[in-house]
């Protein structure tokens, strides 16, 4: 793909939505990681559900820890891997207590040292949190950057430094929205709505979708 087609891609999508954001509800740095770390094979709409009821009760690092792994296992007991996600909850509420003073650290190697957080959460933070143009490659991005050729690539790691590359400066910054959500609603796994597809005659997917 071409980079003037690329760019018309990402032109388009911010047109259609200037100001995308997240689907997670939350509040604070911390509460947006708190959802992240849920997020991971779940779907936003069950971590909200959850994040609902836990926020009103404990939403800050010292709030959370005090719940400790089985009090905090009772709000998120619908959540797959619960268990695994609420031990790394309360470890990164210790982390941050002894070594952040309680704040979320807006740089990538500090992020990354927090227990339960990866590339992909570290670059949401980056991202949604303190307004840095990285992408987090999920499973739609993956979908999208390889179906549309815009950034095509053999894992995420590929197609995040292919997205960096290629997608223009000015649209970074929204560019990890724009594609997550395009992959979730449009450019889905299963059956790619390309007839309601505003990119669709830019795309270079061969088994474009017809009409009913």
């Known amino acids: 793909m071409n980079a003037a087609k690329r760019r018309e891609i990402f032109e388009r999508l911010s047109k259609a939505n200037p100001e995308p954001s997240t689907e997670l509800n939350y509040a604070t740095p911390f509460e947006l990681l708190v959802a992240v770390i849920l997020s991971a094979q779940a779907t936003d709409k ?118 960096l590359q290629f997608v223009p400066a000015e649209y970074q910054l929204h560019a990890h929205h724009w594609l997550i959500l395009h992959g979730r609603y449009v450019c889905k796994a299963r059956k790619p709505d390309c007839p309601h597809c505003l990119i669709a005659d830019l795309c270079e997917f061969k088994h474009k979708t017809k009409a009913p």
């Open 46 to 163: 069950s971590v909200n559900k959850a994040t609902e009821v836990l926020f009103q009760h404990a939403n800050t690092p010292a709030a959370i820890k005090t719940l400790g792994v089985t009090g905090l296992t009772h709000y998120i007991r619908t959540i797959g891997l619960y268990n695994a996600k609420a031990k790394n909850i309360i470890a990164t509420c210790n982390v941050l207590l002894k070594h952040f003073a309680g704040q979320v650290p807006a740089d990538r190697e500090a992020l990354e040292s927090l227990p339960g957080v990866g590339r992909k959460t570290a670059n949401v933070m980056l991202n949604v949190a303190f307004g840095q143009p990285t992408i987090a490659v999920d499973t739609h991005i993956f979908r999208v950057a390889n179906r549309t050729g815009i950034a095509p690539g053999k894992n995420e790691r590929a197609v995040e430094e292919g997205l």
